[in-house]
């Protein structure tokens, strides 16, 4: 699954709802679908660190170190938050909030 991934721009899918619902339910990579242990790593945009909340679901922090690109960042955590947005929301997306930094 890694060698094919190298081929591209990126190893990062578009985060769609369903990709990243999928990732926090099931405990699994969204680099290369693995299950998840700890630590658990999110790739995002200084942005995104800033606002703790990542649009990427949680990776491997190798995986995560793979398809890192520009000015990403990696955060490290023993756990996430699944943000589910509702009506109100002025971000639409899913997202996930880490809530245990190592
Ligand atoms: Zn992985």
């Given at each position: 699954?890694?060698?094919?991934?190298?081929?591209?721009?990126?190893?990062?899918?578009?985060?769609?709802?369903?990709?990243?619902?999928?990732?926090?339910?099931?405990?699994i990579?969204?680099?290369?679908?693995g299950?998840?242990?700890?630590?658990?790593?999110?790739?995002?945009?200084?942005?995104?660190?800033?606002?703790?909340?990542?649009?990427?679901?949680?990776?491997?922090?190798?995986?995560?170190?793979?398809?890192?690109?520009?000015?990403?960042?990696?955060?490290?955590?023993?756990?996430?938050?699944?943000?589910?947005?509702?009506?109100?929301?002025?971000?639409?997306?899913?997202?996930?909030?880490?809530?245990?930094?190592?």
């Open positions: 699954m890694k060698e094919d991934l190298r081929g591209g721009a990126t190893g990062l899918r578009e985060p769609t709802r369903a990709w990243v619902t999928q990732c926090a339910l099931s405990r990579c969204g680099v290369c679908e299950g998840l242990g700890r630590p658990i790593a999110f790739l995002g945009s200084p942005v995104e660190q800033d606002r703790n909340q990542f649009h990427q679901p949680p990776m491997h922090l190798a995986c995560a170190e793979d398809v890192r690109l520009g000015d990403h960042v990696i955060v490290v955590t023993a756990g996430f938050d699944f943000i589910r947005p509702d009506r109100d929301d002025p971000d639409q997306s899913p997202r996930f909030e880490p809530n245990s930094a190592l």
